[in-house]
């Protein structure tokens, strides 16, 4: 059972430049206090901007927190943003909650019917907009009162237990940096085993376990900014819902003319340019002078481009032609861009599941969106572990410590796929300590990445840990593969929320190969996307020695007159080399050693995964 966090945002450009003058926000904080005696209640004075607003709903909601009071904005000013800032950034709207704030606020004042306020839900957050006076801030917080516990336990699948909701409110997990106590004892380093307990999974079915736990990952769609999405996938179909171009346009400079009219001398009534508009129709005998991109006047159908025209006759000062004489007769329609031509009104313009990129976002903006729902990516949070690290941010090494360089590298490899990811810092061998660490990761992500502590030392903490302090199923323990033979692969339940946890080798190498495919694979699944990465055929630049587990190899390729790029193996293969991943663009899958094959010739064609860049 878990406690409330509870945000209380007032929005005010006054109170914003002198917080002293916000009252609303101090009573709403009195008011849940009284209601939720332990919970956790961060405040915080905006001004009536509407990205500052969507932006601290967000950062709220990514915070977990349970319920998000706003107070004031939610009139009829200019400046009044609130309810609008809200509308962008939740995915269902609660409107009976507004409903209720109206009717109940208008038996006491027709004011109410001014207010503007929305309610909805954004991920598991109940955000609701008050209005900003005091007065209207604890009338409000009575009419609503009686759903809140409710709402938030729903909100949260916590349904189960809202009895005991109901009956005691105790902080537990919300409080970060609160000292967790682990089960975990491994003192006894005589007693510990002296083989992994774990079976080792061949690569193919520690692939098959990914994908079936993953597909549990639950769905479900978010709405960002168009600038935003890039590398997104779309969550539902969008449609034009204007034709493109809106207006017949131009195709040529030119005239603008009558094709009934046919060949033969015209008066040259005006100019048209791209932008403008004219408003009387063509009459016959008359042209337009136009240029490419402009809209046809009223009556026109059609447009000659200059080439075919011959001046008969301009003003004295040679800055208007007054006839023009078109000398093949026009067909109706030519160089003309009808209405809906590149899009007609209502066509669908991206469909569900296209990847966001360049030429969508321009789509989307030239279509007149904003926004776009998209399928939310997982959130991950990225741990190390270890006695012997320290944060790279630190200019002088300690005495037998070396730099973390995993999380930095995760998180860029994370983002060059296109999740972004936090760092939750270094955990040291210590079991509370990494309890500690991994419940505060689990609050803040889906989706939790350790590097270390997973191999057979008696520090190696990780396992026992998950198993121990967090019920954690682990769903393996160990691959055979090289690098990165003690990768796992765990899930549990946090607040009521599944956790997936992928616990790989300290060496930088092997977090960085198993990150690639076991990591990445995992929330390309959650995304909806295929699975794997792309794999193509490369020709070995060099001969090179099989392990007897299936190695993964980072090479460079070289395109050359060759049909098939040739692959140059990176440096040493060691695995704590990171150096050997640097410009890596693919891995080769190598197989295992056989009795008849233990070393691959130069020139052997074999798949290669697409991890990066083709060419550096
Ligand atoms: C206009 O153009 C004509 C034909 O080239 C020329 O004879 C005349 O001088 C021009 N007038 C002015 C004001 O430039
Ligand atoms: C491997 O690469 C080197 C350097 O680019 C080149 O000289 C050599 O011919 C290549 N070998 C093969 C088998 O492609």
Known sequence: ??????????????????ASSDTSGPTLVQLTREMFPQSLIR?????????????????????????????????????????????????????????ALTTESLKKTPMAMLSRSVAG??????????????????????????????????IKNEITKVKSVHNSMQLDHVCSHKKFSSNVDLSKVALRPRESPYPMLQMAEAFK??????????????????EDSMGCIVGEPLFAKEPMPPFPASIKDGYACLSSDGAGVRRVRTVVRAGETSEAPLEPGECVRINTGAPLPPGADCVVQVEDTKLISASPDNKTELEVEIIKA?????????????????????????????????ILAGAGYQHVRVRTKPTVAILSTGNELQDPSEATLKPAHIRDSNQM???????????????????????????????DAFKRADVVVCTGGVSMGEKDLLKPVLLQDFGA????????MKPGKPSTFASCQFQGRTKYIFALPGNPVSAYVCCLLFVIRALRICEGRRSDFPRMRVRLNNSFPLDPRPEYVRAVLRFTEDDLPHA??????????????????????????????????????????ITGRLEH
């Open 43 to 99: 405040t915080t004075v905006i001004p009536d901007e509407r990205e500052v607003i969507e932006a601290m709903i967000k950062e709220y909601c990514g915070m977990d927190v349970d319920l998000i009071i706003t107070t004031g904005g939610t009139g009829l000013s200019s400046r009044d943003v609130t309810p609008e800032a809200t509308k962008a950034v939740i995915e269902r709207e609660v409107p009976a909650i507004t409903v």
């Open 330 to 362: 026009p067909k109706a329609q030519q160089d003309v861009r009808p209405i809906g031509f590149d899009v007609a009104l209502g066509a669908e313009l991206v469909g569900e599941g296209a990847v966001v990129d360049a030429a969508v976002i321009g």
């Open 568 to 609: 140059e193996v990176l440096g040493n293969q060691c695995s704590s080399r990171l150096l050997s991943a640097c410009g890596a663009s693919v891995l080769l899958e190598l197989p295992p050693a056989s009795d008849n094959l233990d070393c691959l010739p130069a020139g052997h064609v074999l798949p290669a995964i």
């Open 1 to 18: 059972m878990t406690a409330t966090a509870i945000s209380i945002i007032t929005i005010s450009d006054t109170c914003s430049k002198d």
């Open 473 to 480: 199923t682990l769903h393996f323990g160990r691959v055979c």
């Open 209 to 226: 376990v990914i994908d079936s736990v993953m597909k549990e990952w639950e769905k479900s769609l978010e709405q960002v900014k168009i």
């Open 121 to 154: 839900i954004r991920d598991k957050t109940l955000i609701i907009n008050f209005p900003g006076s005091k007065k209207a801030v604890i009338e409000c917080f009575e009419i609503v009162r009686p759903i809140l516990n409710h709402a938030i336990a729903i």
């Open 409 to 439: 590298m995760l998180k860029a490899l994370l983002k060059e796929n296109g999740y972004p990811s936090v760092c939750m810092g270094v955990a040291r061998d210590e079991a509370s300590e990494l309890a500690t660490s991994l419940s």
